[in-house]
């Protein structure tokens, strides 16, 4: 295994926002659509893997990243992409929360949710987003 970061991102009650706005779950919206646009641009940046959520056809509401091999200098330049990537998505009018744990990671895709959350980095990422969530969420949390 290699040492790296897990990141997962998850759009904050976002199924109460899609129903007040009329929008059905099984396209893409302007919410879901930035997401995945901004994802995807992250990915490509950072060499991260995508393990688990990123949905064009549907677009994104939850998304589980890996990148391996990073430094502290690496670190500091994702939470700032993934700052702007929450800023992004709250100047549309909804919010996020991210959660980014250090630690070992496997880089192997997963093939359904439970699967995503299924190693030791992962689970400690969850954990974090779970309590980014209860404090009101829309923000970056990382931990070492």
Request: with cysteine.
């Amino acid at each position: 295994m290699l040492t790296g970061c897990v990141i997962i991102m998850d759009l904050d009650k976002f199924e109460e926002l899609s129903k007040s706005r009329g929008w059905s779950e099984y396209v893409p919206n302007i919410i879901t659509g930035t997401l995945t646009t901004l994802v995807w641009q992250f990915v490509r940046k950072h060499f991260a893997m995508v393990i688990y959520g990123l949905d064009e056809k549907r677009g994104t509401e939850e998304v589980v990243l890996e990148i391996p091999d990073i430094s502290e200098k690496d670190l500091e330049e994702i939470i700032e992409d993934l700052e702007r990537i929450r800023m992004e998505i709250s100047r549309l009018g909804a919010s996020i929360s991210i959660a980014v744990a250090l630690g070992p990671v496997t880089g192997k895709p997963a093939k359904n949710r439970r699967e995503a959350y299924n190693s030791y980095t992962r689970k400690r990422a969850l954990k974090l987003l779970r309590e980014v969530k209860r404090a009101g969420g829309n923000k970056v949390a990382v931990t070492h």
